[in-house]
């Protein structure tokens, strides 16, 4: 690469028509520093006078690269990214399109370019000692004053040399512009997770006097550092507890900028270990029997589903249960994923509490109370029959048939089939049926039947054989938006079609070559959603705004679907910039 790039040059876009001899003569300096050119040296084409790329922009404070595959030139200072690419009159500077008077060109195996383009574009002010026959080059940082703005000032365009400086050269105090270096970034949290409230930690070590920061793409913006020792840099942030973060590879990335008025960056520098960030509390659903209902068998099933959507994972040990304030864990079946529990005693004609206490890996509590009631003086649901049970495959035909209060409404679930409707086939019996399809996978649910009566009162009963139901791992899922030619909006919502009631998990990596010299990588963005029952999917506002968002970013969107059964399908991707 070193070689490649001592091979580019620049063309100084001086316009006189100086002899040969003379463009042989010709010397640069930048800041008062004369420029070494370790190969070719200054020379004239059709008016133009040549100066080595390499020499000019490192003294300029840019980096520089070369891409051979494009035959295009990428230099950095500050804020300005610049590609140019060989034979043609246009730059692209930032992501703009900009106008060259001379087209890049090659001589002698060296990238040529106008002066006046690169003056413009690094912010330089450029002058000419006829004198001496010596292009100046004065950086805006490099005097006692003035802003960040270019400014590109008396550049000598007359068909000849001339013969005085167009004004006396009046030179200004030099001052060498220290280049930022980050020697090390470390931060004080190698392994587990972070939750909301924790506090991260991050060091970085490099050129002292520097203004330093770092940030945490899909995560947190900018955070300052402050400067405790000389070349030592310390900042803290605490997670947030107000809004929900799942990423497993979140990358913690330094910034270290040089104070001026047009500064200069050391390249980005990521820590060696990422991060896991966990700060949505677990989820207890689907309760049974349902909140507020009443129920008439005694000793009813008590259920509920666990799950963490694609954070830690539902710690299965510390899973508490309490009925009336009383702990029947120890009496209770428990994993990950549900628990149930069957009273050995009767329960009294009341109203009866039941509070789920769940953990994540990372520490997230979620506390799920509800109530529900239980009769021995009124008709509610007297029977739930149904052939749902044992080991079930998609296209069975599974048969309801519920018998309780008349004129209300029945509907039942199983599993990730929800809240299905039954007919009044005739006064207080209720029927239905349904074949089973790819999507609806199982392990050991309950098939649990509703009605809700004319009074407004819902009763509910449970079926207490178990249906398994294993369809094998869902189809991989489909992106409908974004497409491949699309860019990141912010908010940004992503859509598709996955295997109806699979969960979809999504997750959002990027790669930065800065420059080609130095690669930052990383996970951005991570969420779950769920498939409804027609397989379609869409994604709440997802927030970008602090992603790592500069030019040369590649995104790299993964999906795959997740069924109730923890098989997990192929992995769709998409890449965007």
């Not at 004609?349 to 206490?357: M, P």
Request: glycine content about 10%; overall charge neutral.
């Amino acid at each position: 690469m070193r070689r490649l790039l001592s091979r580019c040059c620049l063309v100084i876009g001086i316009g006189f028509t100086a002899i040969a001899s003379q463009a042989d003569n010709i010397k640069v300096q930048v800041n008062g520093d004369p420029v070494q050119f370790s190969g070719i040296g200054p020379q004239q084409v059709n008016g133009r006078v040549m100066v080595p790329l390499r020499g000019v922009l490192e003294k300029l404070g840019a980096y520089v690269d070369w891409v051979s595959a494009t035959q295009t030139v990428v230099a950095s200072r500050g804020n300005m990214d610049l590609q140019l690419k060989i034979g043609s009159r246009t730059a692209r500077v930032n992501g703009q399109d900009v106008n060259l008077d001379v087209p890049a060109m090659t001589l002698g195996g060296s990238t040529m370019v106008p002066l006046r383009f690169v003056g413009e574009t690094l912010g330089a002010d450029i002058r000419w000692e006829g004198s001496t026959q010596t292009v100046m080059i004065t950086t805006r940082d490099a005097g006692t004053g003035g802003d960040n703005r270019t400014s590109v000032r008396n550049v000598v365009t007359t068909s000849e040399p001339p013969r005085e400086p167009v004004r006396p050269t009046v030179r200004e105090p030099v001052r060498e512009i220290t280049p930022a270096v980050i020697n090390s970034l470390t931060h004080n949290h190698r392994s587990g997770w972070l939750k909301g409230g924790d506090v991260l930690t991050v060091r970085m070590r490099g050129t002292a006097g520097a203004d330093g920061s770092f940030r945490i793409p899909g995560v947190a913006e900018q955070i300052a550092m402050q400067e405790t020792s000389p070349g030592v840099y310390e900042g803290s942030w605490t997670v947030p507890g107000n809004k929900p973060l799942n990423i497993s590879e979140a990358a913690v990335i330094g910034t270290l900028r040089m104070p001026g008025s047009n500064p200069q960056s050391a390249p980005l520098v990521q820590a060696g270990d990422t991060l896991q960030v966990d700060t949505a509390a677990p989820r207890v659903d689907d309760l049974n029997p349902a909140p507020r209902s009443q129920v008439q068998k005694v000793q009813p099933l008590i259920s509920a589903t666990l799950s963490d959507q694609g954070g830690s994972g539902v710690v299965q040990e510390k899973v508490r249960i309490l009925l009336d304030g009383r702990d029947i864990t120890p009496e209770s079946t428990v994993t990950g994923q549900f628990f149930s529990y069957k009273p050995s005693r009767p329960l009294n004609a009341q109203d009866h509490t039941v509070e789920v206490y769940a953990y994540d890996k990372a520490g997230n509590e979620t506390h799920r109370v509800w109530n529900f009631g239980v009769v021995d003086n009124e008709k509610g649901i007297d029977a739930v029959e149904t052939d749902a049970s044992g080991t079930l495959q998609p296209g069975d035909v599974i048969n309801i048939r519920v018998v309780g209060q008349p004129g209300g409404t029945a509907t039942w679930s199983l599993g990730p089939v929800k809240d299905r409707p039954l007919r009044e086939e005739k006064p207080g019996v209720y029927v239905g049926s349904y074949r089973l399809r790819p999507g609806d996978d199982m392990d050991k649910a309950h098939l649990i039947a509703s009605i809700a009566a004319p009074s407004g009162r819902k009763y509910t009963d449970t079926f207490e054989k178990v249906a398994t139901v294993r369809t094998g791992p869902p189809t991989a899922p489909v992106i409908t938006y974004p497409g491949p030619n699309d860019r990141l909006t912010d908010p940004q919502v992503i859509r598709g079609t996955a295997q109806p009631n699979s969960t979809v998990r999504l997750k959002i990596d990027y790669t930065s070559k800065v420059l080609g010299i130095l690669g930052v990588r990383g996970t951005a963005a991570q969420v779950d959603v769920k498939a409804d029952k027609d397989g379609k999917w869409e994604t709440k506002p997802l927030d970008v705004s602090s992603m790592l968002g500069s030019r040369g970013t590649e995104y790299t969107l993964t999906a795959v679907a997740i069924n109730s059964n923890e098989e997990r399908s192929q992995v769709t991707t998409l890449k965007f910039r």
